[in-house]
């Protein structure tokens, strides 16, 4: 039952983007950032889902809030979509990305120089030394509200003054890209990822409490919201160790 909503999924998410973007034009993406996509053009729904993230997840701000030579870990790397992006971005860059999922760490492997992926459990492991850690769309999908405060403790305890924490995460707010936000998580990530018709085990916060949460453990906290133009309530979170 789950392969075949899986695949009756994939079918209606291509068909729907598919549609869109011959209506209004596919992504105007940077050129690192359409190199790392066609990494993923192994299979026509690897390189349209990266196409569709590509345009919705603000990857570019992110690859702008990263100097050009610094060590950057990539924590939840899912697919390396991002952590690849970065790495093409700069070859002076050292990423390496660790995701807990043996079958998305091994999509992962797309033989950039300078991109290394780890199979691992964030909570768990040791985590490399890093200039930049990032955590992207990865702590609201934590099993707990308290594994969010865990990798949160546990990066503030690691960093060093001035080293920087990315977090992509869902806002509160708008309401109405919230409630979409909710509704992909649990209906479309499940099908297409965890092999489940529906799922609530994803634990969202709010901006203010993400800063409030951060800001205690001693960072210096610039978030912006990243939903202009977007379906979903995207809050980008630049977090310094003081």
């Known amino acids: 039952m789950t392969k075949l909503a899986g695949a009756l999924m994939r ?8 549609i869109y973007f011959a209506i209004f034009g596919k992504p105007k993406l940077d050129k690192p950032l359409i190199e790392a996509v066609g990494l993923y053009s192994d299979s026509d729904f690897g390189e349209l889902f990266s ?3 590509s345009w919705d997840a603000p990857y570019s701000p992110v690859n702008r809030a ?3 030579k610094a060590r950057v870990v990539d924590l939840g790397s899912g697919d390396g979509l991002l952590a690849n ?4 971005s700069s070859g002076s860059r050292k990423v390496t990305g660790i995701e807990i999922s043996g079958k998305r760490h091994r999509e992962s492997k797309k033989g950039v120089k300078n991109a290394n992926f780890i199979k691992a459990d964030i909570l768990k492991a040791r985590l490399p030394a890093a200039d930049v850690y990032i955590l992207a769309h990865v702590l609201h999908h934590l099993p707990s509200r308290g594994d ?3 990798i949160l403790e546990k990066l503030s305890v690691k960093m060093k003054k001035g080293q920087k924490l990315i977090i992509l995460e869902i ?3 708008p309401f109405w890209k919230y409630i979409f936000s909710v509704l992909t998580d649990a209906i479309t990530f499940p099908i297409l990822f965890e092999s489940k018709l529906f799922s609530l085990a994803f634990f969202y916060r709010s901006k203010k409490e993400w800063e409030k949460l951060l800001l205690n453990l001693e960072f210096r906290v610039e ?3 990243m939903d202009c133009g977007m379906p979903f309530s995207h809050v980008l979170i630049i977090a310094k160790k003081k």
């Open 51 to 53: 196409h569709i993230r």
């Open 85 to 88: 992006y970065l790495a093409i």
């Open 171 to 173: 806002d509160k707010k």
């Open 11 to 18: 079918f209606a998410v291509t068909i729907f983007f598919r």
């Open 223 to 225: 978030a912006k919201n």
């Open 66 to 68: 990263i100097p050009k």
């Open 148 to 150: 969010q405060l865990t």
